[in-house]
């Protein structure tokens, strides 16, 4: 009988990724679109509960294609940056996978269904303000602590 290949994330390192398979790594849950504050002494990140504007009710992207020109800070990860990834919310398949971890149960790849990271409470649905709504001044006010160790 022959054996069960181990799945390609467990194979690769993020750097030997196919694009294709770099991309089904996220997860969806939209985390990353939150809004962070850094402390300027200690670098420090910390993320609020302010989503980018242009986050749908379902954490999808609305202006996917021209989000760099929308949102100039908005983040593109690439698998050169991989020792920058510390930042990424401490759930995120990237973060997780170049600290040496394994992706978690309701992952969609795992799972094969992109409806358990919400129904597990690890994507940010229905938990968010809109940063079109929070003046950036308040932002502090709004900090939360289920995205970072
Ligand atoms: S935090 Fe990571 S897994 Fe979640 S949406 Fe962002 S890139 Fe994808
Ligand atoms: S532009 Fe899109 S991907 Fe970028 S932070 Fe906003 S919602 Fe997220």
């Known amino acids: 009988m022959a054996q ?10 993020l750097e030997e990724m196919s694009r294709e398979e770099w991309e089904s790594l996220c997860d969806g849950c939209a985390r990353c679109c939150l809004q962070k504050l850094q ?17 749908s009710e379902s954490c999808r992207c609305t202006v996917y294609q021209s989000r760099n020109e929308k949102v100039p800070t908005c983040v593109w990860l690439k698998p050169e940056d991989v020792e920058h990834f510390f930042w990424l ?10 600290e040496g971890k394994d992706l ?42 289920w995205c970072s160790d």
Not at 4 to 13: L, N
């Open 104 to 145: 978690d149960w309701w992952h969609p790849l795992v799972s094969g269904d992109p409806e358990t990271v919400h129904a597990a409470g690890i994507s940010v649905q229905g938990k968010t303000l809109s940063d079109a709504d929070v003046p950036e001044e308040e932002w502090e006010e709004q900090i939360i602590n």
């Open 39 to 55: 402390d300027e002494e200690d670098d420090q990140v910390y993320y609020t509960r302010v989503a980018c504007r242009y986050m």
């Open 89 to 98: 919310p401490n759930t995120c398949a990237y973060r997780l996978l170049s």
């Open 4 to 13: 069960k290949a181990e799945p390609f994330w467990k194979r690769k390192s």
